[in-house]
Each structure stands twice: as C-alpha cells, then as structure tokens.
C-alpha cells in the first residue's frame, strides 16, 4: 500500500488543522493506522492511532485536542488536529500495518508499522 500525507501548513496558536492519510491498495479498513510527529533533533513520537476495529489510542500531549478518524469509503485516514500550540510544530506522519497486536502499546511504537506516508509538516506560530 502507498500512503499520501496532506493538509500540513502554518497556523496560529489555538487554531485547527486537519491532516489527511489517503491509501492506495488494499482496503484501508484492513490495517491499522497511526500518525507520528518529529520536531527537529527529536525521536519520532507516537500522536495516535486506530485499529482495523476502530479502537484508537493516543498520547496523552494531544489527548482532548486531536482526533484520528478514518473514511473506509474514501481509503482515507485523518488527523483532526484542534488547539494547536508551538510545542507540535513538527513533521507529521502517516503510517499503516496489516497486523492485529493484541499488546496495545504496540501501536505506540514505529517499528510495529510496515507503510510509511512521505510526512507533511505543522508549523504553529506563538
């Protein structure tokens, strides 16, 4: 499967983004999907993800502000992103896998996903 990040930008401290994650391939309901971030000189971090059920996690720096949604009709996971601050400017990235852990930390970690999107990058401003 190929993922295609978008919708990144520069917004304003308290404003709104929304990140989409379109698949080609197979049906997207198939696999779980995720979103990570990396700032400059920082570890990617896990933001949140969905399972192939629709169960979804995430960390708590964004818990109450973002939310991962997916579209099985339009193959397309999004990252609704609501009272953004400087602290999550970074490089966003989409990311799928085909396996059903049944650890759900397991979703937390880079290494659990096989497809990687090209990254899309959030810039807010103070």
């Known amino acids: 499967v190929q993922l295609q990040a978008s919708g990144g930008g520069l917004v304003q401290a308290g404003g709104s983004l929304r990140l989409s994650c379109a698949a080609s391939?197979?049906?997207?309901?198939?696999?779980?999907s995720g979103w990570f971030r990396q700032a400059p000189g920082k570890e990617r971090e896990f933001v949140t993800a969905?399972?192939?059920?629709?169960?979804?996690y995430s960390a708590d720096s964004v818990k109450g502000r973002f939310t991962i949604s997916r579209d099985n009709a339009k193959n397309t996971v999004y990252l609704q992103m609501n009272s953004l601050q400087p602290e999550d400017t970074a490089v966003y990235y989409c990311?799928?896998?085909?396996?059903?852990?049944?650890?759900?930390?397991?979703?937390?970690?880079?290494?659990?996903?096989?497809?990687w999107g090209q990254g899309t990058q959030v810039t807010v401003s103070s």
């Open positions: 391939g197979r049906t997207f309901s198939s696999y779980a």
């Open positions: 969905i399972r192939q059920g629709g169960t979804t």
């Open positions: 990311a799928a896998s085909t396996q059903r852990y049944s650890y759900s930390g397991s979703y937390y970690y880079p290494g659990s996903y096989e497809y």
